[in-house]
């Protein structure tokens, strides 16, 4: 590079010396024109990561259902109640009075006199309660109650799966740099350019 700027430096004095002969009406001898070399770049196409390598859980909710089924509500019960006893009425004569004879006064013909009197038996009818069946307890079940309910239940539970998410990538241009720019100077034909 310093090379190169010191032969910059001696063709710009030569240069110098040379206009300067003939802007005073000499001949040239050396012409030079300036010369720029253009950058050359080019376009490279790469990968480029969007997004990172990871991992995704794929989640499924659990499913419920619905189930009827008998359940006992009241269960079984044992009580006792007493049953009464069972009677009839029974009706029969019975002798209330035996009869035979008794001393009563009477008054007979303005007199009044004791008299012996005949008396006969008296019967009446008498009702009478007969026990056909003594009172007892008796045993009573009540049987159990049962309804149906609906509860919920689980079908299939919730699953969890976890997946691998590879990387993503996307091609992009970019132009990069091949050859920087120069600038010069480059030799004329003298015949052509420089004379005077």
């Known amino acids: 590079m310093l090379r190169r700027s010191a032969s910059f430096a001696i063709t710009g004095l030569a240069m110098l010396g040379t206009t300067s002969q003939t802007a005073a009406g000499g001949r040239a001898v050396e012409c030079y024109e300036p010369v720029r070399a253009p950058a050359v770049y080019d376009t490279v196409y790469e990968d480029m990561m969007i997004s990172p390598p990871g991992q995704q859980v794929d989640y499924t909710p659990p499913i419920y ?97 976890v997946i691998d998410v590879p990387a993503s990538y996307q091609t992009v241009a970019r132009r990069v740099l091949v050859r920087e720019g120069s600038s010069g100077w480059r030799r004329v034909h003298i015949s052509r350019h420089c004379q005077g």
């Open 65 to 161: 259902g619905t189930r009827e089924r008998v359940v006992m509500t009241v269960p079984t019960q044992v009580t006792y109640e007493v049953v009464p006893a069972i009677t009839r009425t029974i009706y029969h004569t019975v002798k209330v009075d035996g009869g035979g004879y008794s001393w009563e006064w009477r008054v007979i013909h303005g007199r009044r006199v004791l008299c012996k009197i005949w008396h006969k038996a008296r019967y009446e009818r008498v009702a009478e309660t007969v026990v056909i069946q003594p009172e007892r307890t008796r045993r009573v079940v009540i049987p159990a109650q049962y309804d149906r309910i609906a509860e919920e239940v689980l079908v299939q539970p919730e699953q969890r799966r």
